[in-house]
């Protein structure tokens, strides 16, 4: 879990440097709260490593590579489906809320509009799969189901 929160915080750093780069090249910093980009970070920070955190309970519940990746694949593909239908189908808006894509939210946080709630969410999108990995791992000693 390391090794990709590492990852995503490294990819996380080069998109916040894009995005100061284009601010700056737009002339719209005035416009926003640049102090807000270490929420921003940690906003990203927190939704990759969601889906990376469902990935490694996958990979502690199988003892084969592919239906780990299968179904952290379709949670991701899911996910991002649903927060598209939801963004293109306003009589499905709704569905955005199941999306964890949707409490990903960089311009409401350098508007300072923030909600708090986009937070927990994630927060419980990273800890309810980390808890189930710890759980299972321990317990390799037995077959993994098939």
């Known amino acids: 879990m390391n090794a990709s929160a590492t990852l995503v915080a490294v990819v996380m750093l080069a998109l916040l440097g894009g995005q100061l780069i284009g601010v700056a090249i737009q002339g719209v910093g005035d416009e926003l709260d640049l102090g807000q980009m270490p929420l921003?970070?940690?906003?990203?920070?927190?939704?990759?490593?969601?889906?990376?955190?469902f990935g490694?309970?996958?990979?502690?519940?199988?003892?084969?590579?592919?239906p780990a990746l299968g179904l952290t694949m379709a949670y991701l593909l899911v996910n991002y489906f649903l927060e598209i239908l939801g963004?293109?189908?306003?009589d499905v808006a709704w569905s955005q809320q199941y999306s964890l894509f949707?409490?990903?939210?960089?311009?409401?946080?350098?508007?300072?509009?923030?909600?708090?709630?986009?937070f927990l969410i994630l927060a419980v999108a990273i800890v309810i799969p980390?808890?189930?990995?710890?759980?299972?791992?321990?317990?390799r000693d037995l077959a993994a189901p098939s």
């Open 130 to 139: 980390v808890v189930y990995a710890l759980v299972v791992f321990p317990r």
């Open 56 to 66: 490694l309970a996958a990979s502690v519940s199988f003892d084969r590579h592919s």
């Open 102 to 118: 949707h409490h990903f939210n960089p311009g409401e946080i350098l508007t300072g509009d923030a909600d708090p709630v986009d």
């Open 87 to 90: 963004s293109l189908w306003r």
């Open 40 to 53: 921003v970070f940690l906003n990203g920070l927190m939704l990759w490593s969601a889906f990376a955190a």
